[in-house]
T-cell receptor, first 116, second 119 residues
C-alpha cells in the first residue's frame, strides 16, 4: 500500500529558529494535509493543499504541494515554545492507486521540541 | 470551525469486557466518519469507515467482529471494542468530513481521541 516518508523524525531547536519538515511518497497524491497533534489530543488541521505547486501560508506556517505530486513540505518561521508537538503530514492518494475515497495516509510524524 | 467530540476521553476496563466509544459531530452533519487507532509515538492508522445507514467498511487486517461500528445518525458514530484485551489498549480517534463532502476539497475534522487501557 501507499506509504509516506516523513522527515525528520524529531527536531530540537532554539526558540526563534525556522523549522522545515517534509513528506515524500512513492505514488501520486491529490491532496496533502498538515496536522499538529498535542499530547492526548486529536490532530488539528494546519494547512490543506489541493493543487500541484500550491504554496499556502497560515500565520508563521507555510506549506507547499510538490509539483511531482509526490511530496510536500512544511516550514515554521520564528518558532516559539507553543510550537512544540507532533506534526503529521497526510495525503489522499489517487483512487487509481487503490486508495479508498477519503482514506488519508499519514506520515509517522515529526516531533518538535523547542528550547525556551 | 467544525467540532467533533468523543466520549469518553479516557477509559480503563478489565480484560474481557466491552467498551463503547462515541464520536459526535457537534455543528455539522456527517454521513461518513472515520475511526483511527494510534499507538504511542506512532502515526494514525485507519481502522474503518463508518457510513450512516449502511455497514461500515473495514481496512484490511481489522476484525469487524472485534470492532463493532454503528453510525446511528448523521451526527453520531459508535465504536465498540468487544471482549477487550490488553493488546487493544490504544488511542482511538474519529474524524468526520462535513455533509456534502465529495472526497475532494473538503477535509476531515478530528475528535480529541479516547485513551483505552485494558487491564
Amino acid at each position: 500500500g501507499q506509504q509516506l516518508n516523513q522527515s525528520p523524525q524529531s527536531m530540537f531547536i532554539q526558540e526563534g529558529e525556522d523549522v522545515s519538515m517534509n513528506c515524500t511518497s512513492s505514488s501520486i497524491f491529490n491532496t496533502w494535509l498538515w496536522y499538529k497533534q498535542d499530547p492526548g489530543e486529536g490532530p488539528v488541521l494546519l494547512i490543506a493543499l489541493y493543487k500541484a505547486g500550491e504554496l499556502t501560508s497560515n500565520g508563521r506556517l507555510t506549506a507547499q504541494f510538490g509539483i511531482t505530486r509526490k511530496d510536500s513540505f512544511l516550514n515554521i518561521s520564528a518558532s516559539i515554545p507553543s510550537d512544540v508537538g507532533i506534526y503529521f503530514c497526510a495525503g489522499r492518494p489517487l483512487l487509481i492507486y487503490g486508495g479508498s475515497q477519503g482514506n488519508l495516509i499519514f506520515g509517522k510524524g515529526t516531533k518538535l521540541s523547542v528550547k525556551p | 470551525g467544525a467540532v467533533v467530540s468523543q466520549h469518553p476521553s479516557r477509559v480503563i476496563c478489565k480484560s474481557g469486557t466491552s467498551v463503547k466509544i462515541e464520536c459526535r459531530s457537534l455543528d455539522f452533519q456527517a454521513t461518513t466518519m472515520f475511526w483511527y487507532r494510534q499507538f504511542p509515538k506512532k502515526s494514525l492508522m485507519l481502522m474503518a469507515t463508518s457510513n450512516e445507514g449502511s455497514k461500515a467498511t473495514y481496512e484490511q487486517g481489522v476484525e469487524k467482529d472485534k470492532f463493532l461500528i454503528n453510525h446511528a445518525s448523521l451526527t453520531l458514530s459508535t465504536l465498540t471494542v468487544t471482549s477487550a484485551h490488553p493488546e487493544d489498549s490504544s488511542f482511538y480517534i474519529c474524524s468526520a468530513p462535513p455533509l456534502g463532502w465529495g472526497g475532494g476539497t473538503d477535509t476531515q475534522y478530528f475528535g480529541p481521541g479516547t485513551r483505552l487501557t485494558v487491564l
